[in-house]
């Protein structure tokens, strides 16, 4: 790398949507190194490695919107004035036109506002206005451009419009719910990780104790083939499903009520079930072991299904509503089987989604693509029964889903999209107080350039999928949506950069896609908080994340329970914590020392997290909620009480801490070095515990009774 010009490459970030420096988690301000800046940059199309590569990418970003007729894309808010630029060739009359989505045409008025022409490859380019009319319907539109003198490509005629709603719907009455991590519900019919009968079971459950819903872990799909990705937030894909969490018992009794399904299948799914329930005396998630025996028995029910020629109508709407990404999610999903679960180690002719080597490879293994596409349309019609009966139940919300930052990047998403996510690049986090050394979670960003220019139809999808069959969606680091830490491969998670993403698009498609599934938005806002995110979320009316432990007063004292943001989901703890009684028994600190994660001393970190233990439990002891020495489960009980009676519109209850469980789930900033994702649920005295036994538990009950407060 040879810059000489820092001004000119740093000025190039700026204009790219890159910030150059950033405030730490210490309150230093950072300065991005050059040489991050220019890894980032060519990641987003733009060398940066030379002061001359530099001043062409300046150039050519400059240049880009004159050499379009029309905006690849352009979103607004209904009911906002909003105008649209058309480029043309300097001279020419234009006329312009938006195709609703309903299928009528409205012509655009043009607007009095003169731009000087440019040059563009020595030819000059005018710059016309045009109002778009305030009354269109939300809904995805295009724009037309009719060029009366010139030709120009077909491509670049046209261009998306979204017209977007102001808000997301709210939730329709204060409530409380639960959180869990699914895989841990292991039940006495789980095949050795919880699945959606036993989440079916939790919802129940939590409707008989008027709660009004249950937030899980993101349920996304991994690759059929060992070793299974544990981590629930690197999945391969975001738009389809994780057949593991499919139940062989209500499969079977499907396939049954529309194919035959012979004994010797009958046999098998039996003897699978058998084994299966050992695995769930292990002290471990074991999804090798799971998938090893769910597979073959989900196959011999698909041979079943095939061999009789069995049609459901909902399995046929599903497949024609997903459409190709889902049929292409079925051939990755068959070369994975032989060629491995990273695509970025298959043969080269095999590496473009759409080439012809693919489309060959397909037909030759017709029928395990067609399993694989079944499975998702089994895990349709198994996700639709456990929200149906949840809101059957009382629940005015049901399920709620999480949507994960991002993909693996060897996945199916990473595959199928190409270039709409970034290459050389993986997102993280900077170095903060729980995580001195940064996080980086080895996922491509999406790049917002190249998203405008497919008209976000690829977020849209995703966004599609994980409303399905929800009554709201919790968007994990929604600061994503106004920037993301971006880290160049070979760079630690410490030396990245903020990039920041076109929020009024991101957050105003999502307000779209969740207004008609009539769901609401909890968007995970915690950590270091641009200014502006919060307001933003709020004028949309989603709710951000608010945990206990995090919730202080410039004072210095915890924020009392009237104090919190009405617009929130508040809870106790979350997924990167252990859960409260282990908190409280610095189960955290004891791991982060045992990993060499923490920085400073250990005597001081104790010493620190003793003391903001001390100030909670003194302020429950002044709110009169425990006594002079509480025992931890007292402290446990109280804290869901006093965060129940907050202004908080959700208020979330962890099921590990129902059960009084002390293990955290997950320790940021490690793979290996800690069981990540693959802890069972266990109880106060560190034995394995079950769904059923769990839930008849004195505590659940006690603390379920407590938490009702929010009504």
Not at 25 to 30: D, N, S, Y
Not at 113 to 126: A, M, T, Y
Request: net charge negative; proline share 6%; hydrophobic share 45%.
């Amino acid at each position: 790398m040879s810059i000489t010009d820092l001004t000119a490459i740093r000025e190039l970030a700026e204009r790219a949507g890159l910030e150059v420096e950033y405030w730490g988690w210490r309150g230093a301000k950072e300065r991005v190194a050059p040489e991050t800046l220019a890894a980032v940059l060519d990641a987003l199309g733009l060398p940066a490695a030379t002061d001359h590569e530099v001043a062409a990418s300046a150039l050519a970003l400059d240049e880009r919107p004159w050499r379009r007729a029309v905006p690849a894309c352009t979103t607004v808010r209904s009911g906002n004035d909003a105008q649209v630029f058309i480029h043309v060739p300097h001279g020419s009359e234009v006329t312009v036109e938006v195709a609703l989505e309903d299928g009528s045409v409205r012509r655009l008025e043009q607007l009095e506002n003169w731009v000087d022409p440019r040059s563009i490859d020595g030819e000059l380019v005018g710059r016309a206005t045009f109002a778009i009319p305030t009354d269109l319907p939300t809904g995805w539109h295009r724009i037309h451009a009719h060029l009366a003198d010139h030709g120009a490509p077909a491509s670049a005629t046209t261009g998306t419009l979204i017209v977007v709603p102001a808000a997301t719907p709210w939730p329709a009455q204060r409530a409380w719910g639960l959180f869990t991590q699914l895989y841990q519900l292991r039940s006495t019919t789980s095949w050795g990780i919880g699945d959606l009968r036993d989440l079916s079971t939790l919802t129940a459950w939590g409707a008989q104790h008027d709660g009004d819903f249950v937030l899980v872990n993101p349920l996304n799909a991994n690759p059929p083939v060992a070793p299974i990705e544990p981590s629930p937030y690197l999945p391969t894909s975001r738009q389809f499903g994780d057949p593991l969490i499919l139940n062989v018992d209500w499969a079977a009794a499907f396939v049954a009520q529309r194919a035959e399904v012979p004994q010797a299948t009958v046999e098998l799914l039996s003897r699978n079930a058998r084994e299966a329930l050992l695995s769930n005396r292990i002290d471990t998630i074991d999804r090798d072991e799971a998938w090893a025996l769910k597979q073959p028995a989900l196959r011999a029910l698909f041979d079943a299904w095939q061999a009789s020629a069995a049609f459901d109508d909902d399995f046929d709407d599903f497949r024609r509503e997903a459409g190709e990404p889902l049929e292409r999610f079925g051939v990755f999903c068959a070369i994975s089987m032989v060629h491995g679960r990273d695509a970025r180690d298959w043969p080269s002719e095999l590496a473009a989604a759409s080439g012809s080597d693919v489309l060959s490879f397909a037909a030759d293994h017709a029928e395990d693509v067609e399993f694989f596409v079944w499975l998702q349309c089994l895990l349709e019609v198994q996700a639709r029964r456990v929200q149906s009966e949840a809101r059957a139940a009382g629940m005015s919300i049901g399920v709620v889903h999480d949507l994960p930052v991002g993909v693996h990047a060897g996945g199916a998403d990473a595959w199928s999209f190409g270039d709409a996510l970034a290459r050389g690049v993986t997102v993280g986090v900077p170095a903060d107080q729980y995580n001195q050394f940064g996080q980086n979670w080895s996922q491509p960003p999406w790049r917002p350039d190249r998203l405008a220019e497919l008209g976000y139809a690829p977020y849209r999808d995703m966004l599609r999928a994980v409303f399905r069959n929800a009554g709201a969606v919790r968007i994990d680091h929604i600061l994503g949506f106004f920037r993301l830490w971006w880290i160049p491969e070979g760079n630690s998670a410490k030396d990245g950069c903020f990039v920041r993403t076109d929020a009024e698009a991101m957050l105003g498609i999502l307000a779209l896609e969740a207004e008609r599934a009539g769901a609401v938005v909890i968007g995970e806002d915690l950590g270091t908080v641009p200014p502006e995110a919060r307001d933003a979320l709020a004028e949309r009316g989603m709710l951000g994340a608010s945990v206990l432990w995090f919730e202080w007063t410039e004072a210095g004292v915890p924020l009392a329970p009237e104090d919190y943001r009405r617009a929130c989901l508040a809870t106790v703890t979350t997924h990167d914590l252990p859960p409260t009684a282990g908190f409280l028994a610095l189960e955290h600190l004891d791991v982060r020392e045992r990993l060499g994660l923490l920085e400073g001393s250990v005597e001081e970190a104790r010493a620190s997290e003793l003391e903001t233990i001390s100030k909670v439990v003194n302020r429950l002891r002044a709110a009169g909620l425990v006594g002079a020495t509480p025992s931890d489960e007292e402290v446990v009980v109280a804290l869901h009480e006093y965060l129940a009676g907050s202004a908080a519109q959700l208020f979330g209850v962890g099921v590990s801490d129902l059960a009084g469980d002390r293990r955290g789930v997950n320790q940021p900033g490690t793979a290996d070095e800690y069981p990540n994702w693959r802890v069972p649920m266990t109880n106060g005295e560190g034995r394995l515990v079950l769904l059923e036994e769990l839930l008849a538990s004195p505590l659940a009950a006690q603390i379920a009774a407590s938490s009702a407060r929010t009504e």
